[in-house]
């Protein structure tokens, strides 16, 4: 191993039989516990230029490895009926190899899909129309041809007109599906109207990294980030209904078609199993997220399109020292009058709160600073009824966090991302659904504090406040935000993880992968093989988000 100057990695060469007698030379650049495969110098510059963004942490996992060994086999557990699924996938100038794969990954499924729809968006490549021909001849295949390019969302648009399937999933020019994709979403087609799956990448040499395992249903978080992306599938006579994909928000039309989707009260499935691989080229955003302006563009218009029509007193910004297409919605108003409530003790706060007049009380450790503009982003949030508490991100002396809410793990409480750092991780860069706040800081309404008694006396201050905002979120039948553009730096405050194991936590947290560690974010590992198949089915919710 040779270290490259300037950002601690080691750069080693793997000899590799290619399957065709050939030798293939593969660099493997490493940091930590974290590495990734790369097959050219120009990967190394690639990669150089990734670091230096600060996003090591989103490199595949040393874990990661044991994980698709225990669960990629995993079929689901009943027969599922053939057919259901209509796939439509644009094209445009597609690498022809790369097109090739993705047509035999839908082709190959362990269960038929209905079609798969071909659009080609005016493509001017000549093997394109060849290899377009080829594929025709296939009977589950339907080419459409457009004599221009229009752009993503109208090609696809095309493709829903014609698809005959009871849902319709979207799969992109140069990626290719899992081999039991659709038999997973099948499993879900039943009870669901949107399903959406978990995904990583493949370079261009092949190699899968940078597993995405994501959350159950979590609206508020989508406002921040399209967390769903790949693989979506969706119920066709509800995609006809909310009018397919918007033109205009081209680049940012499945976010858009999701934030659209979320404003009316249809059922929700994830299936956190990887079944969707996003290829890295030149050309994606996988690659680069920086390759397509306009598409953060609008995303950016998407977003604040979604709070205008939800009239949200708001405007959307850019999460501060995040990755692209990351958003803040920044509240221009509070719901009612908001009071600051600071005190040593559970009891000291209580009585304070019962004092109070105020509609909105915000609940502060003793020396912790909350200047209105934090106060008015975290009682923001209280405009929709359904959100019973919102926390701050809690940042302790050596700048790394605290916590970002809280969330069940074996069925006790425990801090989201308490120990990491505080570098670009989606998951860390906006605001989503948590099962709890802490006490440090946390905005509530005083009427729901009334309802449910206050704070627990016997805990202390920031452990009370999971305690008790826990309570009003099923007070609310709701939820409770997490919410990083406000930062609270608590220094070397002492600070305890334990809660109580009699705190009715779920096993399994909705509002974070169960392929994830008490912590939220680190790849567990595989539990025993009887246990595999309860983490990797369906999740599902249903209802619409308030904000």
């Known amino acids: 191993m040779q270290p490259l100057q ?30 990734e495969s790369v097959s050219s110098v120009k990967d190394v510059a690639a990669y150089l230029r990734w670091r230096a963004r600060g996003r090591p942490i989103d490199s595949i996992p040393a874990e990661y490895g044991p994980w698709v060994s225990a669960y990629d086999d995993l079929r689901p557990p009943t027969g599922q009926t053939p057919g259901h699924v209509s796939v439509v996938c644009p094209v445009f100038d597609t690498p022809p190899s790369m097109l090739a794969k993705c047509v035999r990954s839908v082709l190959d499924q362990s269960v038929s899909v209905r079609e798969l729809i071909l659009v080609d968006d005016g493509s001017m490549d000549p093997e394109i129309a060849a290899l377009l021909a080829r594929f025709e001849q296939d009977p589950l295949v339907a080419v459409l041809r457009s004599a221009s390019n229009r752009g993503i969302a109208s090609a696809t648009n095309m493709g829903i007109d014609r698809a005959s399937g009871d849902f319709i999933a979207f799969v992109d020019h140069d990626d290719e599906l899992a081999p039991d994709a659709i038999e997973w979403l099948t499993l879900a087609t039943r009870d669901a109207d949107v399903i959406y799956t978990d995904e990583d990448q493949l370079t261009e040499s092949g190699d899968r990294i940078r597993p995405f395992m994501k959350p159950a249903w979590s609206p508020r978080l989508l406002l921040g980030m399209n967390y769903v992306n790949h693989l979506m599938a969706v119920r066709s006579e509800v995609l006809r209904t909310v009018g397919g994909l918007d033109p205009s928000m081209s680049g940012a039309q499945d976010h858009d078609l999701l934030l659209r989707l979320s404003e009316t009260p249809h059922r929700f499935s994830h299936i956190p199993k990887v079944l969707y691989h996003w290829r890295q080229s030149d050309r994606s955003v996988a690659g680069d997220e920086h390759v397509k302006p306009w598409a953060l563009d609008a995303a950016r218009r998407s977003v604040q399109a979604a709070v205008t029509r939800r009239g949200i007193d708001a405007r959307i910004a850019d999460a501060p020292n995040a990755g692209p297409y990351r958003f803040v919605v920044r509240f221009e108003s509070a719901p009612g009058t908001s009071l600051i409530v600071s005190g040593s003790s559970s009891a000291e706060v209580n009585a304070a709160v019962r004092r109070a007049a105020s509609d909105v009380v915000i609940l502060t450790l003793q020396g912790i600073s909350i200047d209105d503009g934090m106060a008015l982003q975290l009682a923001g949030w209280l405009h929709d009824p359904s959100v019973a508490a919102v926390g701050p991100m809690i940042i302790g002396g050596n700048g790394s966090v605290v916590e970002l809410g809280w969330i069940g793990s074996g069925g006790r409480a425990r801090p989201y991302g308490h120990g990491h ?13 948590v099962t709890a706040v802490g006490g440090v800081a946390v905005a509530i309404r005083r009427s729901d504090f009334m309802a449910v008694g206050g704070l627990n006396l016997s805990l202390p201050l920031h452990l009370a406040g999971v305690d008790l905002t826990t309570r009003l979120a099923r007070l609310r039948d709701g939820v409770c935000i997490a919410e990083p553009a406000v930062t609270v730096d608590i220094g070397d405050h002492p600070f305890s993880t334990e809660m109580s194991p009699a705190m009715p936590f779920a096993p399994l947290d909705p509002f974070v992968s169960p392929h994830k560690t008490a912590d939220g974010m680190t790849i567990d590992e595989p539990p025993s093989v009887s246990d595999r198949v309860s983490r990797i089915v369906p999740r599902d919710c249903t209802g619409s988000q308030g904000i």
């Open 421 to 433: 750092e505080r570098v670009a991780v989606p998951f860390l860069e906006v605001a989503r659904e």
């Open 6 to 35: 300037g950002c601690g990695t080691t750069l080693s060469v793997d000899l590799r039989h290619d399957g065709a007698g050939r030798i293939t030379r593969h660099l493997r650049l490493g940091c930590g516990v974290f590495g």
